[in-house]
């Protein structure tokens, strides 16, 4: 396939690039970290966005070689604000399931930490419930070991994966994340606004943080606020930022 093979030599050729989404403290309102999304620049296609190319990396596998320089480049760029004293708080990257079943999520990830000296706590990895549906020992060791390293880790898409809730006490987790399809319906129908507050209170009594994803109203923003969850991410704040654009952010900062 054409898309598979401009894939292959994407990671070598150096085409994809990394934008920084802010997710703001509901109480007091200051950015507290960003989530890394890649994006694709392929010759003579413009900027890819992920929804494009990421099925067909997890088809092929190679989402695994993707998703060992997305860590990477996550960790070079951490490191190389903290050295010009900008602090941007944590990042955290998306890992899918297949980083876990074929690749080694542990190396990689120590691996990026220890070779761009990335300062503890400041690296986050959004899983996915699937990823942990398929839980093994393996896995549970893996969380651990992360932890221990400093990872902080967050389920991303709460809420539309498989039921079980078994894993949120197997697994080191620290912060849940709000789909955003529960968010878009919060102050406009009374089962998103359930199941919203039923997120929001399974995460505190479990002592996690939670996030609400795409926030695009001060509505829902309000209705956030005023039920305590913890952080929020989404248009209404800003859209995923490149590079400059986030420190220009960061710089801005009282
Ligand atoms: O940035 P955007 O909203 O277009 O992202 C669309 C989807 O792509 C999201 O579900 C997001 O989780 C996923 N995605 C973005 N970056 C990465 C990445 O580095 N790795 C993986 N596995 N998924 C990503
Ligand atoms: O699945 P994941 O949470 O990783 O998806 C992140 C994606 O969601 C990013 O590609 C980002 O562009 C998109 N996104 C971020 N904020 C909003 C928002 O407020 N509304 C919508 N519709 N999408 C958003
Ligand atoms: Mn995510
Ligand atoms: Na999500």
């Keep these: 396939l054409e898309l598979d093979s401009a894939l292959r030599n994407a990671v070598t050729r150096g085409e994809f ?5 802010p997710k703001v403290q509901l109480a007091g309102g200051h950015v507290v970290g960003f989530e890394a999304l890649v994006r694709w620049n392929r010759p003579g296609h413009g900027l890819v966005p992920p929804n494009d190319f990421i099925p067909a990396l ?6 695994t070689e993707v998703g060992r320089w997305v860590i990477a480049a996550a960790c070079e760029q951490i490191s190389d604000w903290s050295a010009r004293g900008i602090d941007p708080g944590h ?6 399931p297949r980083q876990f079943v074929t690749g080694d999520l542990e190396r ?7 070779n761009h000296h990335t300062p503890l706590g400041a690296l986050e990895l959004e899983l996915t419930e699937s990823s942990l549906m398929t839980s093994t020992e393996a896995t549970i060791a893996t969380l651990t070991h992360l ?22 006490r197997r697994f080191p987790i620290d912060k ?6 529960f968010i878009r319906e919060v102050a406009r129908s009374s089962d998103g606004d359930a199941i ?32 305590e969850c913890d952080q929020m991410q989404g248009y209404y704040f800003s859209p995923p930022l490149p590079v400059r ?7 801005a900062r009282p």
């Design 196 to 227: 919203t507050l039923a997120i929001l209170r399974l995460g505190h009594s479990l002592e996690l943080e939670v996030v609400a994803e795409g926030v695009e109203t001060a509505a829902q923003l309000q209705y956030l606020r005023r039920h």
């Design 176 to 181: 849940l994340k709000i789909d955003r399809s």
């Design 91 to 96: 990042v955290s990257v998306n890992v899918s």
């Design 147 to 168: 932890k221990d390293a400093g990872v902080q880790l967050s389920i991303d898409d709460f809420g539309t994966g498989y039921s079980s809730l078994a894993y949120l």
């Design 58 to 63: 997890e088809e092929s596998g190679l989402i």
């Design 245 to 251: 654009e986030t420190e220009r952010l960061l710089l």
């Design 17 to 21: 690039v990394l934008h920084y989404q």
């Design 108 to 114: 990689d990830v120590l691996g990026a930490l220890a």
